[in-house]
């Protein structure tokens, strides 16, 4: 016996997939962005720690909202 698959249903799981690997993609980087972050930040003179600490921030806010989406 066939099953009836829609063209629709195929177009929207390929279409998941994708944004699937996207987002994984993204969180790949904002996690190799926030390890650069932090090491800057260590290495940074005391008048640059601030900006580098709302970098980290930024990206660990961008991280959890990216996340969420997985």
Same mark, same amino acid.
């Given at each position: 016996?066939? +099953?009836? /698959? *829609?063209?629709?249903? /195929?177009?929207? +799981?390929?279409? @998941? ?5 996207? $987002?994984?993609?993204?969180? %790949? /980087?904002? #996690?190799?962005? /926030?390890?650069? $972050?932090? %090491?800057?930040? *260590?290495?940074?003179?005391?008048? #640059? @720690?601030? &900006?580098?600490? @709302? ?5 660990? #806010?961008? &991280?959890?909202?990216? $996340? @969420?989406?997985?």
């Amino acid at each position: 016996m066939a +099953d009836v /698959i *829609s063209i629709n249903e /195929i177009a929207r +799981d390929r279409r @998941r997939a994708r944004e699937r690997a996207a $987002t994984e993609a993204c969180v %790949h /980087i904002l #996690e190799a962005n /926030i390890q650069l $972050t932090l %090491h800057l930040f *260590s290495t940074a003179p005391e008048r #640059e @720690r601030p &900006l580098r600490a @709302r970098q980290m921030r930024q990206l660990a #806010e961008l &991280l959890e909202y990216v $996340t @969420r989406a997985l």
